[in-house]
């Protein structure tokens, strides 16, 4: 998978997560939205969230999976109740590139702790988020969860969007509850890939970011490296 969250494409909470579509070409698979069902639906141990500047490593992190043997397209649509913190003991590996810009934010490269995916709360919901950064409870819409493919107006355990002006791609790291008053109006967002919402403010482009998977690599290779569909582990 790769996210450009300014290619005019939205992968938002109800997008392409739980469909086994396949989006975007390969020829295009590091500089648009791209995701391949045929990776999607295989079985994945191991996950590297890898930050790119135009194809070549800027940050990446590598997690092992609690539960082995289960493909992506399992674990996406595992959705009711959701909210399932899918790693533990935090990420195997963490390299970031010394002149890594933009790092204070970062929904996947500021905060610490563990991967959880389908993070539903009330109307909204975040696939993938990190534990070290705020999570919040189920029964509270406060619009506060940041990370990868959002929506503050969906049905979190079925995966479809109530209203699309609300979803949006990549949310930065930030306090911005909407409960209680007065609500913040200013979530700041990577990139122009959210819906017409007031309160979604398009922003800088940290990188785009990619998602390998594999049954036995438990490293990745490091900031500087070139990106490529496949990538070798004998490192």
């Not at 590091?30 to 639906?41: A, E, G, P």
């Not at 563990?114 to 409870?137: E, Q």
């Amino acid at each position: 998978m790769n996210l450009n969250p300014a290619d005019g494409h939205v992968m938002g909470y109800s997008t392409g997560w739980a469909d086994d579509d396949s989006i975007g070409s390969d020829d295009k698979a590091l500089t648009m939205d791209y995701l391949n069902r045929f990776v999607w639906t295989e079985p994945a141990d191991y996950i590297a969230i890898v930050r790119h500047q135009h194809g070549v490593v800027d940050a990446v992190k590598v997690f092992a999976f609690k539960h082995w043997g289960l493909s992506l397209s399992h674990r996406f649509k595992d959705m009711d109740p959701g909210r399932m913190v899918v790693s533990e003991g935090g990420p195997l590996q963490e390299d970031v590139a010394e002149d890594a810009a933009n790092l204070g934010d970062d929904p996947i490269f500021s905060v610490g702790g563990d991967l959880a995916f389908n993070w539903g709360y009330s109307n909204n919901g975040a696939r993938v988020v990190l534990t070290g950064g705020y999570l919040s409870p189920a029964d509270v819409d406060d619009d506060n969860t940041h990370g990868l493919g959002n929506s503050f107006a969906c049905n979190p355990l079925t995966g479809e969007d109530t209203h699309d002006v609300w979803t949006h791609e990549i949310s930065n790291i930030q306090d911005c509850p909407r409960v209680p008053a007065p609500s913040c109006t200013n979530v700041q967002l990577q990139g122009t890939d959210h819906g017409i919402g007031s309160h979604l403010k398009s922003g800088p482009v940290y990188g785009n970011y990619a998602i390998f998977v594999s049954q036995d690599a438990d490293r990745f290779p490091g900031p500087g490296s070139k990106l490529d569909l496949v990538m070798e582990h004998c490192y």
